[in-house]
C-alpha cells in the first residue's frame, strides 16, 4: 500500500526540480477592484526559477476591466477615462516546499493602468505550482494558482486619499523549459 501511494503522490521519487529554470504562463480569474466590483481577468507571465525551485522572480502583465453595475446605476458621472485596467508586475518569490502541498509567497511592485490613471502598487500573496509529471505522464505542463492584493493609494473625486486593496484570484497553465 505504502508503495502505490509513494508511486501516486510522488513522495519518494520527487519531480526533478532542477531540470526547468524558466516557465511561460497564462492566467485567467478574477480581478476585484476596490469599490468597483470583480471582473474577468487574463494575464500572461515569464518566471525564473532557481535553486531548485525554492525561489523565483516573475513579471506578469494582466488586463481586466472596471466595469460596475453598481456605479452605473448610482451615478450618472463616469469616474475614469476608460474601464480598461492594465496590470505589469515585477514580483520575486519564496517556496519553502516546492512541488509539495504548501504554497510560495510572493511580494513585489505593480504598475497599474486604472482607466487612464497610472499608479504604483505593492504586491502580496500566494499560490502554488503543481507540475503535472507528478500525476501524468507530461514533463513541460504544470497547473498554477495566485492570490495576490495590489496595495496602493487612491483618490476618487477630490476626496480624500485612502489605501485601497485591489485582489486578484487566477488560474492557469505554465509550460516549462
Not at 456605479?71 to 517556496?95: I, P, R
Amino acid at each position: 500500500m505504502t508503495g502505490i501511494l509513494a508511486t501516486c503522490f510522488a513522495v519518494n521519487q520527487p519531480l526533478r526540480a532542477d531540470v526547468f529554470e524558466n516557465s511561460f504562463g497564462i492566467a485567467n480569474g478574477i480581478y476585484a477592484a476596490e469599490g468597483f466590483g470583480s471582473n474577468y481577468y487574463l494575464g500572461v507571465r515569464y518566471t525564473h526559477l532557481f535553486n531548485k525551485w525554492h525561489y523565483f522572480v516573475e513579471t506578469s502583465v494582466g488586463l481586466s476591466s472596471l466595469k460596475s453595475p453598481v456605479l452605473n446605476d448610482l451615478a450618472s458621472f463616469q469616474v475614469f477615462d476608460s474601464q480598461n485596467l492594465m496590470a505589469y508586475e515585477f514580483l520575486f518569490g519564496y517556496d519553502m516546499r516546492p512541488l509539495n502541498g504548501l504554497p510560495y509567497l510572493v511580494f513585489g511592485v505593480a504598475g497599474l493602468n486604472q482607466g487612464g490613471q497610472s499608479k504604483f502598487a505593492y504586491v502580496i500573496g500566494l499560490g502554488k505550482q503543481i507540475p503535472l509529471a507528478q500525476f501524468f505522464d507530461v514533463k513541460r505542463i504544470g497547473l498554477r494558482y495566485d492570490i495576490r492584493d495590489h496595495i496602493f493609494r487612491q483618490k476618487l473625486n477630490d476626496n480624500g486619499r485612502f489605501t485601497a486593496h485591489n485582489l486578484v484570484f487566477t488560474l492557469g497553465f505554465q509550460y516549462y523549459f
